[in-house]
């Protein structure tokens, strides 16, 4: 790894002397960083013993038998007994590892722990609290691109709209997340949080929160034990009652009602963002087990149009870069479902040269793909010959065993659903196959005749699990999110019934109006004429609820 500033790259170009050393390689790396001190190095991950050398007028520094620090922990191929994972650094680390944790505490779950923040509180359950600092600055930063969600805050903060509102979450826990939970609070509400994905979990926002005390309890690489102690822990507690729930997935709803059907005598209400998720409330309506009023966040125009699409489209491409490597041009890449994931995903793909195919149950969807120059296909049609398959369907089992031993030699498998059911992961674990952790986040797996199959996040969500996402897509989704929120506490009684609904389409145009002064855009006025022509308020809806 090379840090050198423009200057010195400069006087040392047509150096003799600098071409040998750095093409020599072997013990040899070369640390362009004047700042640093003579002596023992420990930065980035790297540690060794650093000399000065000196090429013409030029110092720099020079350090032999440098390893990585981390690189004597072995990967464990399967949980131990708390279910922990060993993971080996590589330097092409995730960048939603966490930065500042060490191995030793790798080597403690967060479960074993006695923590407490600054005001003594232990209400939470982190990786390490002494990343607060850190945490809150990857908020602060988060904050500057999610403008309509602080002015939101800004607006209703004194009205406090959620006073009394004790809302229990199940989510992403990243910084654009914090900043929706930090809205929360100050719009009045109490908040109880836990992650929806055992590794999108970012140690040190989650550290910010309790710091902040929000009794948050999540961190990166849980075990499935983990998970659910995770949700358990938000949900059963003394003298605390949630009475708003918001999901992400749905299982956190599952978990209520399963072990605690009777919170739901308290609850008002349900908000869910993923298709997953509202895929099991519509099962519960229609087996009549739905007892409270539940907001589909995902098919309001404000998710589908945007968190869907361009979210996705722009994250695909960085989860696969971090972990791969993997140059697109010329790759043949199947994407199963066409829907706003997969719509993004496809079209950020084609426009590096990638060759895609898309797999699709729904005629409809099927149709637009081909309309957009995709050919589809059956997988199985293909699966020999891709380079890259990649799951966007928030069904189970698409891709299969069968699929999997059929693959070629280093096909990389990824997932851009919610849930971890897309892969069958379950059927990889035999023990014919052998499992190598190359980096974070990406496994080699094995065959006996030695092909590799290169899965990523073990088969749960790509983007969150092994890279970040545009925070100003998700102030869209976030800033809707408490909308429902808001909508479902206040709604007076009757107005929603035990069924599952969508945001009223004037509140999805209000988050679309918040946003558009981020492009200093200016909306045109209907005329009275205009307006009446088209039966149509001046100040909108401008589109029916049933419009997507």
Excluded at 72 to 91: A, D, H
Excluded at 192 to 211: D, F, G, H, K, P
Excluded at 268 to 274: D, L, Q
């Amino acid at each position: 790894m090379l840090f050198l500033s423009s200057g010195v790259v400069s006087n040392l170009q047509g150096d003799k002397t600098w071409r040998q050393l750095f093409s020599r390689g072997g013990d040899d790396f070369i640390f362009g960083i004047c700042s640093l001190v003579f002596g023992d190095v420990n930065f980035c991950g790297l540690k060794g013993a650093v000399g000065p050398c000196s090429l013409g007028s030029t110092s720099f520094f020079c350090s032999q038998q440098i390893q990585f620090a981390d690189d004597m922990q072995e990967f464990t191929k399967f949980p131990t007994k708390t279910g922990r994972r060993s993971l080996s650094r590589s330097i092409s680390q995730s960048s939603t590892d966490s930065y500042s944790s060490d191995s030793s505490d790798d080597e403690v779950s967060p479960r074993e722990k006695q923590q407490t923040n600054s005001k003594g509180s232990s209400n939470f359950c982190v990786k390490n609290i002494k990343q607060a600092e850190f945490g809150r600055r990857e908020i602060e930063i988060a904050e500057q691109d999610m403008s309509a969600l602080i002015s939101l805050r800004k607006r209703a903060q004194g009205e406090k709209p959620l006073a009394g509102a004790k809302i229990v979450g199940c989510t992403h826990i990243t910084a654009q997340t914090a900043v929706l939970i930090e809205t929360l609070c100050a719009l009045g509400a109490q908040c109880r949080w836990s992650a929806c994905n055992i590794y999108s979990t970012q140690n040190e926002v989650a550290a910010a929160l309790a710091e902040a005390g929000v009794a948050v309890f999540a961190w990166k690489g849980e075990s499935e034990d983990d998970f659910w102690w995770c949700i358990d822990r938000c949900v059963n507690v003394d003298g605390w009652q949630a009475n708003m729930i918001l999901d992400d997935g749905g299982d956190l709803t599952h978990w209520v009602y399963k072990k605690y059907p009777s919170v739901f005598k308290k609850i008002r209400g349900i908000v869910e963002e993923s298709v997953t998720g509202v895929h099991r409330l519509y099962q519960l309506s229609k087996a009549g087990k739905l007892c409270v009023p539940a907001m589909n966040v995902n098919d309001s125009v404000t998710k589908q149009k945007f968190d869907n699409l361009y979210c996705c489209r722009e994250s695909i491409l960085d989860g696969l870069k971090r972990t791969t490597d993997v140059m697109f041009g010329g790759k043949q890449v199947v994407v199963c479902g066409y829907g706003e994931v997969g719509k993004g995903c496809c079209a950020a793909l084609k426009a590096l040269g990638a060759i895609v195919y898309v797999t699709e149950i729904d005629p409809i969807c099927a149709l637009q793909a081909c309309m957009d120059g995709f050919r589809v296909v059956k997988l199985s049609e293909v699966i020999r010959q891709v380079d890259v398959v990649i799951t966007c369907t928030g069904n189970k089992n698409v891709v299969t065993r069968e699929h999997l031993d059929r693959m070629k030699n280093s096909c990389i498998v990824c997932n851009m659903g919610h849930s971890n059911t897309e892969i069958d992961v379950t059927s990889l674990r035999m023990p014919e196959l052998t499992w190598e952790r190359v980096r974070s986040q990406v496994d080699h797996v094995i065959w006996p005749d030695g092909k590799r199959v290169v899965l990523l996040a073990e088969g749960r969500l790509l983007n969150l699990s092994c890279s970040t996402v545009p925070t100003f897509v998700l102030s869209i989704t976030a800033t809707t999110q408490a909308l429902a929120l808001i909508e479902l506490y206040n709604a007076p009684e009757g107005r929603y019934k035990q069924d599952v609904y969508l945001l009223p389409k004037k509140m999805d145009e209000y988050v679309a109006s918040l946003h558009l002064p981020s492009f200093d855009a200016h909306l045109t006025e209907l005329t009275d004429d205009q307006a009446k022509y088209l039966g149509l308020n001046k100040n909108g809806p401008f589109k029916p609820n049933y419009y997507r």
